[in-house]
């Protein structure tokens, strides 16, 4: 968490660890389950959020290409998910104005990862397994292991911004 | 008879290729770019190529633009094959399945990537030419169709086309290719726009008067300074094309499609007899 407040707007790094993959029909589900007071599937208290869907892995292996989507199309799910505990989400694009104030507010960031980029990043996944979901095919909320993940911090805790 | 088979074999190779294989002219751009993830950018189209892996996990809708000649006969309609090709390449190699059947409740994954979108022109002779286009739901997300005043003056119109490019250009992982397709009526002029994507980046329109505003267009709208990836380094926007149609006298419909750095696209030929 403190290591959160000290990131800075375009400062790069490469993150070792574990990412929650997640998108539009996933933030939905979570959406809805949170307005019924339901169990969640998932516990997203201190994990990192990526926007992402992974394309179906080659023969042989478990891991597809996987890559950003854009990240605007979540901020309506952004609250919900800072107020479950995540400390920062990873993307790509510019967010709404919305988001950097939310970012301030509960002191989160977002990271850029680089898009188009899908064959690249998929070798910095070590281990991908379903979380929840799994009839949403790409759409599943999915955990990755990664080892050094390219991240650029785009809204810093500060609400300074990169777009 | 151009038969199925020739169309499925030749047009599935092209199609698996496109999304593994960096597109030459773009390859020019990501070779000379320095700035943030340009390692990134750079690897990965190599991974892409040796590994036969898709350059990106979105490998999108398949848009086709059919230019059927009214000489050739074919074994089943077009609009059959060109599925049975994307359902085969999906299906056949680790691409991503990215359609829902019903847009609007259920939303489910057709598992297949198809139906495809497929657009048909008859035109004269025995030729079949087929471009087509791998459109990510980013850069899809911000087309654009402005209905106009026909007494707008061209500078208002380049005005409006690069402040929509400006306030959503970063989103759709620019550079951009920028499909501008001016008449005909609303949804001809966004089909026009998807159109101009399917051109390379040096073509020019014919009428040189539309030459002249592709080339004013991408000069401003390089001013923008968007850059690789948004981050303002590097190229903004690679290039510009308009379609053109004849309109309404009270019209003036005008689409907007943009396309991401990637530029997905291909184009395949084939002669009845």
């Known amino acids: 968490m403190d290591e959160i407040k000290k990131l800075k707007v375009r400062e790069l790094l490469q993150y070792t660890g574990e990412l929650i993959v997640m998108r539009d029909a996933g933030h939905q589900r979570l959406l809805e389950l949170v307005s019924e007071n339901s169990k969640l599937p998932v516990d997203l208290n201190e994990k990192i959020v990526f926007y992402a869907g992974p394309a179906n892995p080659p023969k042989n292996s478990k891991i597809g290409v996987i890559g950003p989507t854009t990240s605007e199309r979540m901020d309506k799910y952004l609250e919900m998910i800072f107020k479950l505990g995540v400390l920062a989400t990873v993307g790509k694009g510019k967010r709404s104005d919305l988001a950097v104030k939310l970012c ?12 188009g980029a899908a064959a690249y990043l ?24 990664v080892k050094d993940f390219p991240l650029m911090v785009a809204i810093d805790t500060n609400g300074n911004q990169i777009f | 008879m151009i038969h199925k088979r020739e169309i499925l074999e030749k047009l599935s190779n092209h199609l698996l290729k496109i999304n593994e294989t960096i597109n030459p002219e773009v390859k020019a751009y990501i070779d000379g770019y320095v700035g943030p993830f340009s390692q990134a950018l750079k690897e990965n189209y190599k991974i892409a190529e040796a590994e036969k892996l898709p350059l990106c996990q979105d490998t999108g809708i398949v848009e086709f633009f059919v230019f059927l000649g009214n000489e050739v006969r074919l074994e089943e309609p077009i609009f059959s094959t060109l599925n049975e090709v994307v359902e085969k390449v999906y299906t056949e190699n680790p691409f991503r ?30 030729s079949l030419e087929i471009k087509f286009l791998v459109k990510g739901g980013g850069s899809e997300n911000l087309s654009a169709l402005f209905m106009l005043k026909p007494s707008i003056n061209v500078q208002e119109l380049k005005d409006l086309i690069i402040g929509h490019v400006k306030e959503n250009g970063a989103k759709g992982c620019p550079p951009l290719h920028v499909g501008i397709g001016i008449g005909g009526t609303s949804d001809k002029a966004m089909v026009l726009s ?20 592709e080339e004013e267009l991408l000069k401003d709208l390089n001013t923008l300074k968007i850059g690789f990836q ?22 003036l419909p005008v689409g907007v499609s943009l396309d991401c750095y990637l530029c997905r696209k291909g184009v395949v030929k084939f002669e009845d007899g």
């Open chain 2, 230 to 251: 948004g981050l303002k380094e590097g190229a903004s926007i690679f290039s510009v094309h308009v379609e053109y149609a004849p309109t309404h006298v009270a019209t």
């Open chain 2, 194 to 213: 998807k159109l101009a994507l399917t051109k390379s980046f040096k073509e020019r329109n014919q009428n040189p008067v539309y030459a002249d505003f």
């Open chain 1, 104 to 115: 301030v507010k509960y002191k989160r960031v977002y990271f850029i990862t680089p898009s």
């Open chain 2, 97 to 126: 399945f990215s359609l829902v059947s019903d847009p609007l409740f259920e939303r489910k994954n057709t598992k297949n990537n198809i139906p495809a979108v497929v657009h048909i022109f008859q035109i004269s002779g025995k």
């Open chain 1, 122 to 145: 998929s070798k910095c996944v070590k281990d991908i397994k379903v979380l929840a979901f799994p009839e949403l095919g790409p759409e599943a909320i999915y955990n990755i292991s």
